[in-house]
């Protein structure tokens, strides 16, 4: 099998448009969270999806000691939180405004929707692990806001056809 240019991959991904969400989790406590894109549905019975953290992110072992995660689907309008919750050494949730889900971990105010979820299963997945998690909870929250999207390494949002 031919090696993959880790670049020509990475171009070639980027055609492909993806949702941008925030997982977030509370640890004893203290809110944790990060920006993902590899995030999808992954069955209607059990409710599961599947989210993949890098194994490099400090902010994943958290969520994961913790047992649960939420989903925040991050809409158009979002972008400085999408920038806040991109970056590490920081206290992302001093000026992000959030309220406890049922699993305690927590729903960002003003996204279009959230999955509340119990850690089902984790797998190793390369350079990320494949988390997947059950729903316990879930809501569209304004269905009329469009969502954020990352497409060639820019973000944009979604005008229909």
Not at 8 to 18: E, K, P, V
Request: aromatic residues 8%; negative net charge.
């Amino acid at each position: 099998m031919a090696d993959i240019d880790a670049r020509a991959f990475r171009d070639t991904m980027g055609q492909f448009c993806t949702g941008v969400v925030i997982a977030t989790g509370c640890l004893d406590g203290q809110p944790a969270g990060f920006a993902a894109q590899s995030f999808v549905s992954l069955s209607l019975d059990p409710p599961l999806v599947a989210l993949c953290p890098g194994k490099g992110s400090s902010s994943w072992p958290k969520l994961r000691d913790s047992g649960r995660f939420c989903i925040n689907v991050l809409g158009a309008h979002q972008k400085a939180v999408c920038d806040v919750m991109a970056r590490s050494g920081i206290d992302k949730f001093a000026e992000i405004s959030w309220r406890a889900g049922v699993t305690g971990s927590p729903i960002i105010d003003g996204v279009v929707a959230y999955i509340d979820c119990e850690l089902e299963a984790e797998h190793d997945a390369g350079d990320h692990t494949i988390a997947i998690g059950r729903v316990v909870d879930l809501a569209a929250q304004d269905l009329d806001a469009g969502p954020l999207l990352f497409f060639r390494g820019a973000y944009g949002d979604f005008s229909p056809l």
